[in-house]
């Protein structure tokens, strides 16, 4: 949508004169159809859907106020019409009309259309592997509180602020995960939008899925955890706690007990008919990757839950992700004194 509106800057300084200006490549993707199409679909059931947010000026009686208005993808496209209704390129001396191109604008639909119908033939099997924990631009917001815009084609001449959620700094999970598809697994890996392509753990789980050589040993389904598509309001937490053994307490035999590989399940069901909550997870105590002694293990847990309130949904998961962890913690740490160094991953 940016890009449409007011066009790319790859290289900000000096440097950008190396390079094609912003304005020239916002001409450009004028009549680029790809860029039309991975504008947010409106077929797709969007959580909270993406906007397009304008500060804008309202005259009111003999004075004016400041408004805040709010366009999803069914109806961002009226507002970017009017906003390049009036777009021209200057060539040899023509002006060379340049607005919103309808035809693509349909061709783009259509194409959106089509991809979110499409089904695998029987017998392909489909995986989805995606990047995560990077901000990743959601919203588009033109004007401030403080400057307002007052016609919609300063917005052509008005950077962006953007509003991010997780994925992998281009596509947001959501967007990654909503291929329509029926997946086998869908994985997610920390990284950004190519980082991930050099990730070793991208590839552990390629070879896992493909079985190709050797059985990895650093695979772990509770580690590599798979996100299926749910309905409803859905959560999906993930979190690892390292744990550093400061100090080995003996037992009476004079060995120390480890409780690797056991599972420790926790369940919540809740709500009434009209508003059921179902959340569980799994806590998973292992050795890290490559760690052989007993000095240093973590605590994976995989928690989902599905519901219709939001905020009650949320709150369920956040209960069995403690209830499963503490008590992998606690049958762990028997016999040991700990110290805890946790990192957590939260997706909707």
Not at 41 to 55: C, I, Q, T
Not at 143 to 164: D, H, M, R, V, Y
Not at 282 to 295: E, I, L, M, R
Request: aromatic share 8%; hydrophobic share 35%.
């Amino acid at each position: 949508m940016d890009c449409l509106l007011t066009g790319v800057e790859f290289v900000k300084g000096w440097q950008r004169e190396l390079f094609i200006a912003k304005w020239s490549m916002h001409q450009l993707l004028i009549e680029c159809p790809s860029v039309y199409e991975l504008m947010a679909s409106s077929h797709f059931k969007w959580s909270e859907p993406p906007e397009l947010r304008l500060w804008r000026k309202q005259t009111e009686g003999n004075g004016h106020k400041v408004e805040l208005e709010a366009f999803g993808p069914k109806d961002n496209l009226h507002v970017m019409m009017a906003a390049l209704k009036n777009n021209k390129l200057d060539f040899k001396g023509d002006e060379i009309p340049l607005p919103l191109n309808k035809d693509i604008v349909e061709w783009a639909i259509e194409t959106q259309r089509i991809m979110h119908t499409a089904k695998l033939p029987e017998g392909v099997k489909f995986y989805n592997l995606y990047g995560t924990m990077c901000d990743t631009p959601y919203h588009a917001c033109y004007g401030s509180k403080n400057t307002p815009l007052e016609e919609l084609p300063e917005i052509l001449e008005t950077e962006a602020e953007f509003f991010c959620v997780d994925g992998d700094g281009t596509v947001p999970c959501e967007s990654a995960m909503a291929d329509g598809l029926n997946a086998e697994a869908r994985v997610g890996i920390p990284g950004d939008h190519r980082g991930i392509l050099m990730d070793d753990r991208f590839f552990r789980v390629i070879k896992h899925w493909l079985k190709a050589g050797d059985a990895d040993p650093f695979y772990d389904p509770a580690s590599d955890y798979v996100m299926v598509p749910r309905k409803g309001f859905e959560f999906d937490s993930h979190t690892e706690e390292s744990i550093a053994v400061t100090k080995i307490l003996e037992s009476d035999d004079g060995g120390v007990e480890t409780t690797c590989k056991q599972v420790y399940i926790a369940t919540v069901e809740t709500g009434s008919r009209s508003s059921d909550i179902r959340a569980e997870a799994h806590a998973h105590v292992h050795h890290k990757p490559g760690q052989t002694f007993d000095s240093e293990f973590q605590v994976s847990t995989v928690g989902v839950a599905e519901g219709r309130d939001r905020g009650e949904t949320k709150a369920a998961l956040d209960q069995v992700m403690v209830e499963a962890s503490e008590e992998a913690k606690a049958a762990s740490t028997k016999n040991r004194r700990i110290v805890s160094d946790k990192t957590c991953y939260l997706r909707h």
